[in-house]
């Protein structure tokens, strides 16, 4: 039995010197006082469901009240009450969960299959399963399927809020609409470019959150290759010319000023510009969107492709300024494709990218070394190799170091300023 006196830990220092030995068996006990903690909440929580005392608190049922109270989600908060009353006439499934055998994601789906008969062996079993795997097969023993699939139909939601410049997003979605979802998110972050900044970590989350945007953005411009929806910022003046002051989204957060430029950049966006004073002076004006024609040459030039190296995606492109309207005019050789995730790159990493006479765009990374995504030739005759890394290598291998090189023409390049 674990008594907690405190509420707290008393020592969560590690001692210098211990052992991988004895840190995995500390680790070990640690999994054990968790579990007979976890054993004697999902008590409490049956207890206190039984003396529905829930009822004041303006939750709807016991496990809304467990899910706002300890910030678990609705699912996981249903289990957990129904977990709780199950135990009490499983003591097997019970005292796996109490001494660590089975931890508490197995443990509230065993006891959905288990029966006082069943759960000795069902214990077995589910060590070693996945829990994905244990719900899975409960799913498919479920009673009144039927009710289950209804109840999922009738609680779907898709609900928001900011948080800061963060706009939090939580869906709920039946089985198969859940299935198509997926579907169409994962297919679209696979295309989702990735970025050529070592620093930018993308992950498969950050892919589907850019393929999340992109399917919306897809939706408001129709098929996908018109302007984008408008969406009003209220920024200063000084903002396009250059400072880095912030803006505001309608309804919405403060924005850094990269992403207001990059918003103008190319566009269908209403601005509501401010004087010093605070007084309107243009309202509403789209002076700065690119007319239909130019957008067709520059399309037609760059091969409807954006011209990233390396890139040459051909759907949700922008038409880049390189030097920032209202600055740069809006014309041919100041205008390239780009797409969303390299007009990000330009704007709010640091990228900087410029046209050549002869209608190319060269590269610049934030550090102002220019960007070449080949090889970089050797300045003279490669060595001849020892006959020591002759046999360590195989034939034809290059050598892993690369020199970098400091582009003169980055100085001179008309270039977007980030």
């Known amino acids: 039995m674990i008594t907690f006196l405190s509420g707290t830990v008393s020592n969560c220092t590690v001692p210098n010197g211990i052992s991988n030995v004895d840190l995995v068996a500390t680790m070990d006990e640690d999994q054990i006082a968790i579990g007979a903690l976890q054993r004697r909440q999902l008590a409490h929580l049956a207890e206190f469901d039984r003396r529905a005392a829930w009822k004041n608190s303006g939750a709807k049922d016991m496990a809304g009240w467990v899910s706002a109270r300890y910030g678990v989600s609705p699912y996981r908060a249903a289990r957990m009450v129904a977990a709780g009353y199950a135990l009490e006439s499983l003591p097997v499934t019970a005292a796996a969960l109490e001494s660590g055998r089975l931890n508490l994601d197995r443990v509230v789906e065993v006891v959905r299959l288990a029966t006082p008969e069943t759960e000795a062996d069902l ?20 009673r009144q399927r039927t009710v289950a699939n209804k109840k999922a139909e009738s609680s779907r939601s898709l609900q928001w809020w900011w948080s800061g410049s963060t706009l939090w997003v939580n ?51 129709g098929d996908g290759k018109g302007d984008a929806a408008a969406v009003v910022v209220h920024a200063g003046l000084e903002v396009l010319l250059g400072k880095n002051l912030g803006g505001d989204i309608e309804d919405g957060p403060v924005i850094h000023a990269d992403v207001v430029r990059r918003l103008v950049c190319d566009g269908r966006i209403e601005l509501v510009c401010h004087d010093a004073d605070g007084k309107a002076c243009r309202i509403g004006t789209e002076e700065y969107k690119i007319p239909r024609h130019i957008r067709r040459q520059v399309l037609r030039r760059d091969g409807r492709r954006c011209t990233f190296p390396g890139c040459h995606s051909a759907r949700y492109l922008d038409v880049h300024h390189i030097v920032p309207w209202p600055r740069g005019a809006t014309e041919l050789d100041n205008l390239t494709c780009l797409c969303r995730h390299h007009h990000k790159l330009v704007h709010e990493h640091g990228w900087r990218v410029r046209l050549t006479k002869d209608d190319r765009t060269e590269w610049f990374r934030p550090n102002g070394d220019r960007f070449d995504p080949g090889p970089v030739p050797r300045a003279g005759p490669p060595k001849a190799p020892s006959p020591v890394a002759s046999s360590s290598r195989p034939a034809g291998s290059a050598s892993s170091s690369r020199p970098t090189t400091r582009s003169a023409a980055a100085s001179r390049s008309a270039s977007s300023t980030v």
């Open 171 to 221: 869906a709920s979605l039946p089985s198969d609409a859940g299935r198509r979802f997926i579907a169409a998110i994962d297919d679209l972050a696979d295309k989702v470019p990735c970025s050529p900044d070592p620093r930018d970590h993308t992950t498969v989350h950050s892919r589907r959150a850019d393929a999340l945007v992109a399917l919306a953005t897809d939706h408001l411009a």
């Open 123 to 142: 214990v077995k079993w589910a060590r070693r399963v996945t829990p994905q795997w244990i719900c899975h097969k409960a799913d498919l023993g479920e």
